[in-house]
């Protein structure tokens, strides 16, 4: 049984939580588009932001996670993404896989472990964690892009065809007054042009506080859940130079 953390949902904690079945898709298996529809799917997200950046342009766009699309969404796809890698699409995006046990800031648990674990779990959870990478970034899939924060050592040594990220952005870039640095490993796809980007505060400030929010968020039950919320203003920019990239490549092709 794999545990929540391989399915997408979560921080790699509650791993005794059974994986939904997902047996059969909601929708017909077709073959690669070569119109103005992109067939995207958008793992690791329940919150459906993306998704929906790329639906409002006219694509063919799921979402997929272990846990149910928070809006109810009928474009959701409940269970281990992996399971539908194969299924023709033209882009995959992964949104926010968990990276709790692959992120530079948690690699002091794989020596000291906290309270409630031990060293074997902190490795099998790494592993686990850097599997889950790895089918994304080798998915079959021609257009790649996974978000995650920088990784540690350990974790590059574990995912087959480690590459470091293309770039990394800034939510401020994109008309969203936050700091949170997101690294995004890109395979065959542009990297992203900045499309409002703002002032940032002075450090110190009120507003530099406010922007900070993120990193400031208060422990707690659903801390997880609000951090790895995607930003739309990221997302608008995915959707438009994105599709419009891959668009271009199928008419070129069919000329």
Same mark, same amino acid.
């Given at each position: 049984?794999?545990? *929540?953390?391989?399915?997408?949902?979560?921080?790699?904690?509650?791993?005794?939580?059974? @994986?939904?079945?997902?047996?059969?898709?909601? $929708?017909?298996?077709?073959?690669? *588009?070569?119109?103005?529809?992109?067939?995207?799917?958008? +793992?690791?997200?329940?919150?459906?932001?993306?998704?929906?950046?790329? @639906?409002?342009?006219?694509?063919?766009?799921?979402?997929?996670?272990?846990?149910? /699309? =928070?809006?109810?969404?009928?474009?959701?796809?409940?269970?281990? /993404?992996?399971?539908? @890698?194969?299924? &023709?699409?033209?882009? @995959?995006?992964?949104?926010?896989?968990?990276?709790?046990?692959?992120?530079?800031?948690?690699?002091?648990?794989?020596?000291?472990?906290?309270?409630?674990?031990?060293?074997?779990?902190?490795?099998?959870?790494?592993? =686990?964690?850097? #599997?889950?990478?790895?089918?994304?970034?080798? +998915?079959?899939?021609?257009?790649?892009?996974? =978000?995650?924060?920088?990784?540690?050592?350990? #974790?590059?040594?574990?995912? /087959?065809? $480690?590459?470091?990220? +293309?770039?990394?952005?800034?939510?401020?870039?994109?008309?969203?007054?936050? $700091?949170?640095?997101?690294?995004?490993?890109?395979?065959?796809?542009?990297?992203?042009?900045?499309?409002?980007?703002?002032?940032?505060? +002075?450090?110190?400030?009120?507003?530099?506080?406010?922007?900070?929010?993120?990193?400031?968020?208060?422990?707690?039950?659903?801390?997880?859940?609000?951090?790895?919320?995607?930003?739309? &203003?990221?997302?608008?920019?995915? #959707?438009?130079?994105?599709?419009?990239?891959?668009?271009?490549?199928?008419?070129?092709?069919?000329?």
């Amino acid at each position: 049984m794999r545990s *929540s953390s391989t399915g997408c949902a979560g921080n790699g904690q509650g791993n005794n939580r059974p @994986l939904p079945t997902q047996t059969t898709l909601p $929708f017909p298996t077709v073959s690669r *588009s070569r119109t103005r529809s992109l067939r995207v799917l958008v +793992a690791c997200e329940f919150s459906g932001t993306v998704r929906d950046a790329f @639906l409002d342009r006219g694509h063919d766009a799921w979402s997929c996670d272990l846990l149910p /699309a =928070e809006n109810g969404s009928n474009r959701h796809i409940r269970g281990d /993404a992996r399971d539908v @890698l194969n299924d &023709g699409w033209d882009m @995959l995006i992964v949104a926010h896989p968990p990276c709790t046990r692959l992120c530079n800031s948690g690699v002091r648990w794989l020596s000291v472990p906290p309270p409630g674990k031990n060293a074997e779990q902190m490795w099998a959870e790494l592993d =686990e964690g850097a #599997a889950l990478f790895s089918a994304f970034w080798n +998915a079959p899939v021609d257009r790649i892009c996974i =978000e995650n924060p920088v990784m540690h050592r350990h #974790a590059k040594e574990r995912i /087959a065809d $480690f590459r470091p990220p +293309a770039q990394t952005v800034q939510p401020w870039w994109f008309g969203e007054p936050f $700091f949170k640095a997101t690294g995004l490993y890109l395979r065959n796809l542009p990297t992203l042009l900045p499309t409002q980007k703002l002032t940032p505060p +002075a450090r110190g400030t009120a507003e530099h506080k406010a922007w900070s929010r993120v990193h400031r968020m208060s422990p707690g039950p659903d801390r997880w859940r609000e951090r790895s919320r995607f930003f739309p &203003g990221i997302a608008a920019a995915m #959707a438009d130079q994105w599709g419009d990239f891959a668009i271009e490549q199928f008419l070129r092709e069919a000329a």
